[in-house]
């Protein structure tokens, strides 16, 4: 029998189904060729609109693969890969490209802290040890396209905003646990309404422009301590 072949036939309802969840998340890749595209042309609210699409697409493909059987129904197609490709493609390439393009960063150091940038989270996502059992990340899980949206929400001078990007490219091999917002059960009531609000700030400030009020940065801000510290209360220690 061919090992890729399921051991029953799914029928095509339900084949359908399944190869429409693989449609949804390699659409975070076309949501990452639109974002590049508002990149060139330094039309960064729209980046973080494409990029924030992807994130959304990102969060709840698992969800319905899993509901779905989607492994089990076609085991030919990879969902697993097909997630590392578009998380690369728009939680470090883009924002990588935007950071090295955007004038955030020194002149000197722009493009060697964007080659910086895609050759660790390209590393991370490479790591089989990337997450715990208990689905905490293991260090800073290549979230660019979120360092990026709050080194363009702050704007911290070239050189804070470069050391920030080495400091975050350090600790993607520091061995400290990150709360994954969706599928942690410790605190998850308040982590998702935390995450609701999150993104709520986040859609103001890119309607604004990325020039919000000091109080949806400030919210943005200590809503990111939380994300951070609570990884820190992690109750299980495989």
Request: net charge neutral.
């Amino acid at each position: 029998m061919d090992p890729i072949e399921p051991p029953g036939k799914p029928t095509p309802p339900v084949a359908a189904a399944a190869f429409a969840v693989h449609v949804f998340t390699a659409c975070g890749a076309a949501c990452a060729l639109l974002a590049l595209i508002a990149a060139v042309h330094a039309d960064w609210p729209q980046m973080f609109v494409w990029l924030g699409i992807a994130l959304f697409i990102d969060g709840v493909d698992g969800t319905l693969a899993r509901r779905l059987r989607v492994a089990e129904v076609l085991p030919r197609w990879s969902g697993d890969v097909l997630d590392l490709v578009v998380d690369i493609l728009t939680y470090v390439f883009v924002p990588g490209y935007a950071l090295a393009a955007s004038g955030l960063l020194p002149h000197a150091v722009a493009i060697p802290l964007g080659i910086v940038i895609v050759v660790t989270g390209t590393l991370y996502f490479a790591d089989r040890l990337m997450k715990t059992s208990d689905y905490y990340f293991r260090g800073f899980p290549a979230l660019w396209n979120v360092a990026a949206f709050y080194l363009f929400l702050v704007k911290p001078t070239p050189w804070l905003a470069a050391v920030s990007i080495a400091l975050l490219a350090a600790l993607t091999f520091v061995p400290f646990h990150v709360v994954h917002p969706v599928r942690i059960a410790h605190l998850r009531v308040l982590t998702t309404a935390a995450l609701v609000v999150w993104t709520l700030l986040a859609v103001l400030a890119v309607v604004e422009n990325l020039d919000p009020g000091f109080w949806t940065v400030a919210g943005l801000c200590l809503l990111a301590v939380y994300f951070v510290g609570v990884g820190f209360l992690r109750r299980h220690h495989p």
